[in-house]
Nanobody, 125 residues
Framework: QVQLVESGGGLVQAGASLRLSCAAS????????MGWFRQAPGKEREFVAA????????WYADSVKGRDTISRDNAKNTVYLQMNSLKPEDTAVYYC??????????????????WGQGTQVTVSS
């Protein structure tokens, strides 16, 4: 099992930037594909971004393309989500996730095996 801990959330003004971090640990905390999801109040958890085990391939939700960048540093067992030009609609709890199932369906929540506890991002207008 991979243990995941998110950090970097906070309260910011619209147009600001945040960088979320997800630190992975545990016996299986190798170079697995990882993703970011978010859940706003009253809404289902939705896909934000994903990255292959090597970092060579990335995927983004249409809502964050051009604003968010996912990256990883496998030496540090950490994945990042750089969030720029934040909007109030980005307000949500952001979760990182890892999967041992490859990189085929990384946009699907059900594809992931391990989840972090989430970090709150609040964007005020």
């Amino acid at each position: 099992q991979v243990q995941l801990v998110e950090s970097g959330g906070g309260l910011v003004q619209a147009g600001a930037s945040l960088r979320l971090s997800c630190a992975a640990s545990g016996r299986t905390a190798g170079s697995y594909p990882m993703g970011w999801f978010r859940q706003a109040p009253g809404k289902e958890r939705e896909f934000v971004a994903a990255i292959s085990w090597s970092g060579g391939s990335t995927w983004y939700a249409d809502s964050v393309k051009g604003r968010d960048t996912i990256s990883r540093d496998n030496a540090k067992n950490t994945v990042y989500l750089q969030m720029n030009s934040l909007k109030p609609e980005d307000t949500a709890v952001y979760y990182c996730a890892a999967t041992g199932r490859g990189s085929t369906y990384l946009t699907s929540e059900r594809y992931y095996d391990s989840w972090g506890q989430g970090t709150q991002v609040t964007v005020s207008s």
